[in-house]
C-alpha cells in the first residue's frame, strides 16, 4: 500500500515557474513507476510525464516536453514535477500516481493503482 501527498501548487504568472512535489508512505517505494496527470475544469485527467523507479527512465507528453522535468530522490520517498515556462493552458489540478514497476511506460489512468489528492497550479495570462 502507498499513500501519496502532493504539494507546491499555487498561482503563477504566465513564463513562471513551479515545482511539485510528491510524497510517498512505504519502504518500497523504490520499486514503483511514478506519473503526474492533471486535469483541468470541465476536461479529462490527462497524462503529463512519468518515473521509472530507479529513475533512470522518463517520458513525457509532449504538451510538456522541454518545459517541465520529473525526477525523484527515492532516499526520500519523493517524486519531483519542474515546471517552467507556465503557460495559461497549464492551469489545472495536479496527481500524482504510482504502480507496481513494470516494463512498459505507462500514461493511462487505469495503469495506475494509487493516487494522491492533487495541487491545484493556476497560471495566469
Known amino acids: 500500500q502507498v499513500q501519496l501527498v502532493e504539494s507546491g501548487g499555487g498561482l503563477v504568472q504566465a513564463g513562471g515557474s513551479l515545482r511539485l512535489s510528491c510524497a510517498a508512505s512505504g519502504r518500497t517505494f523504490s520499486t514503483y513507476d511514478v506519473g503526474w496527470f492533471r486535469q483541468a475544469p470541465g476536461k479529462e485527467r490527462e497524462f503529463v510525464a512519468a518515473i521509472s523507479w530507479s529513475g533512470g527512465s522518463t517520458y513525457y507528453a509532449d504538451s510538456v516536453k522541454d518545459r517541465f522535468t520529473i525526477s525523484r530522490d527515492n532516499a526520500k520517498n519523493t517524486v519531483y514535477l519542474q515546471m517552467n515556462s507556465l503557460k495559461p493552458e497549464d492551469t489545472a489540478a495536479y496527481y500524482c500516481?504510482?504502480?507496481?514497476?513494470?516494463?512498459?511506460?505507462?500514461?493511462?489512468?487505469?495503469?495506475?493503482?494509487?493516487w494522491g489528492q492533487g495541487t491545484q497550479v493556476t497560471v495566469s495570462s
Open positions: 500516481a504510482a504502480r507496481q514497476a513494470r516494463p512498459a511506460w505507462g500514461s493511462r489512468r487505469y495503469e495506475y493503482d494509487y
